[in-house]
């Protein structure tokens, strides 16, 4: 286990609705990364926060936004729901922005 | 084109049968180039990691390589488990820019192992 949690494990919403996933990051890591991955595809970057602040951020659309609290979990937001944003979220925590990066379980997402 | 092409697509092997994963990527240059396992709705979990100048990092019974010339890795694993029985995903990240690491990740090859 890496330490970092998610939550909740799967959900289901509707198109047109909006979405909150949490990430608890471990302890000690102050950055914490956001993958999309899609089924049968390698993760995609979605974005990373460091220190509370957007520290780059992947090919998405501006409906994706997230949050990194001061105890450094973070949440990913997702808006105006599209079928293909179906997918296992992942979130990885670091060290640092360039050092190795731990994943959660990740959640399920499936939009109907 | 995706910059990280991983094959086969799936695999199935015997319980106790080696195999070998393919990883070719176009990514130039790079500062490493890392093997994940990820089991079925999980999150992936880090077994090698190389950098451009390492040829060879082995973990266990995984064993990996990586020529940069031809812009090739490959994931040996020997004596296979039914735990093996994952996704293995190639990562490559390339230099660090903009103050942040981005990781490029293969397809993946889905590896079976049956009794």
């Known amino acids: 286990e890496t330490g970092v949690t998610q939550s909740p494990t799967h959900l289901i919403k509707t198109r047109g609705q909006q979405v909150t996933l949490r990430c608890s990051s471990q302890s000690g890591h102050n950055t914490v990364s956001w993958y999309q991955q899609a089924l049968g595809q390698g993760p995609q970057f979605i974005f990373q926060y460091y220190r509370e602040e957007e520290n780059g951020r992947g090919n998405f659309p501006p409906r994706f936004s997230g949050l990194q609290f001061p105890n450094y979990s973070s949440e990913l937001n997702v808006n105006a729901l599209e079928l293909d944003d179906s997918a296992l979220y992942l979130c990885?925590?670091?060290?640092?922005?360039?050092?190795?990066?731990?994943f959660g379980p990740g959640t399920r997402l499936t939009v109907t | 084109k995706n910059q990280v092409e991983q094959s086969p697509q799936s695999l199935i092997i015997l319980e106790g049968k080696n195999c070998t994963l393919q990883c070719n990527y176009t990514v130039s240059p790079f500062s490493n180039l890392r093997w994940y396992k990820q089991d079925t709705g999980r999150g992936p979990v880090s077994l090698t990691i190389?950098?451009?100048?390492?040829n060879t990092k082995s973990n266990g019974r995984y064993t990996a390589t990586l020529d940069a010339d031809t812009k090739q890795s490959s994931l040996h694993i020997t004596a296979s488990q039914l735990s093996d029985s994952a996704s293995y995903i190639c990562?490559?990240?390339?230099?660090?820019?903009?103050?942040?690491?981005?990781?490029?990740f293969g397809a993946g090859t889905r590896l079976a192992v049956h009794p």
């Open positions: 190389m950098t451009f100048s390492e």
């Open positions: 990885a925590s670091s060290l640092w922005t360039t050092y190795e990066q731990y």
């Open positions: 990562v490559v990240s390339p230099p660090i820019s903009g103050g942040y690491n981005k990781l490029i």
